[in-house]
T-cell receptor, first 114, second 110 residues
Framework: DTAVSQTPKYLVTQMGNDKSIKCEQNLGHDTMYWYKQDSKKFLKIMFSYNNKELIINETVPNRFSPKSPDKAHLNLHINSLELGDSAVYFC?????????????FGQGTRLTVV | GNSVTQMEGPVTLSEEAFLTINCTYT??????LFWYVQYPGEGLQLLLK?????DKGSNKGFEATYRKETTSFHLEKGSVQVSDSAVYFC?????????FGAGTRLTVKP
């Protein structure tokens, strides 16, 4: 059983296109996150959601729009893709209200914009 | 806001050498602290954690102690193996928030 699953694993697309990445967790967690990892491995938080409510929006361009239909899903839609959006995007989940529990990560989606 | 500062590396060691990766943090309140490991092509996995001051987290020979007085959580291992080659991330938890350091790439040579 995959705890946090995201699809697709690889995504190659042209500049200007719109794409979505899906994420699902079966851990019963109330908080989900999106992170962007650049080529230097720096991991930057983009969004966090708690029970479908946006908690953190870390100065991400408006072209990025997260959507949480329920607390087990957090999808990321990206409009008008740019070359600089190329990165690995990680979904994660945790019991956000508890500071003692760790985040569980998906396997990542490698996005390449050409 | 919460933040983590981590020794960036890269770090290259010979097998059986001693490893230290420094991590310091800035936080309001009393966060938990974590070390994650990322192997090539994979997501992040929890390596160890500590939830309060003076706690020591340990796993697979790795250790880190939560030092409130120095706001540090340095990762150590007494004898590294080639299989420990990976990227290591220090992290801290806030409410509905988890922040990571810049990551340290470790390469262990036989």
């Amino acid at each position: 059983d995959t705890a946090v699953s995201q699809t697709p694993k690889y995504l190659v697309t042209q500049m200007g296109n719109d794409k979505s990445i899906k994420c699902e967790q079966n851990l019963g967690h109330d908080t989900m996150y999106w992170y962007k990892q650049d080529s230097k491995k720096f991991l930057k938080i983009m969004f966090s959601y708690n029970n479908k409510e946006l908690i953190i929006n870390e100065t991400v361009p408006n072209r990025f729009s997260p959507k949480s239909p329920d607390k087990a899903h957090l999808n990321l839609h990206i409009n008008s893709l740019e070359l600089g959006d190329s990165a690995v995007y990680f979904c994660a989940s945790s019991l956000g209200r508890s500071l003692n529990t760790e985040a569980f990560f998906g396997q990542g989606t490698r996005l390449t914009v050409v | 806001g919460n933040s983590v500062t981590q020794m960036e590396g890269p770090v290259t060691l010979s097998e059986e050498a001693f490893l230290t990766i420094n991590c310091t943090y800035t936080a309001t309140g009393y966060p938990s602290l974590f070390w994650y490991v990322q192997y090539p092509g994979e997501g992040l996995q929890l390596l160890l954690k500590a939830t309060k001051a003076d706690d020591k987290g340990s796993n697979k020979g790795f250790e880190a102690t939560y030092r409130k007085e120095t706001t540090s959580f340095h990762l150590e291992k007494g004898s590294v193996q080639v299989s420990d080659s990976a990227v290591y991330f220090c992290a801290l938890s806030g409410s509905y928030d988890m922040r990571f350091g810049a990551g340290t790439r470790l390469t262990v040579k036989p």
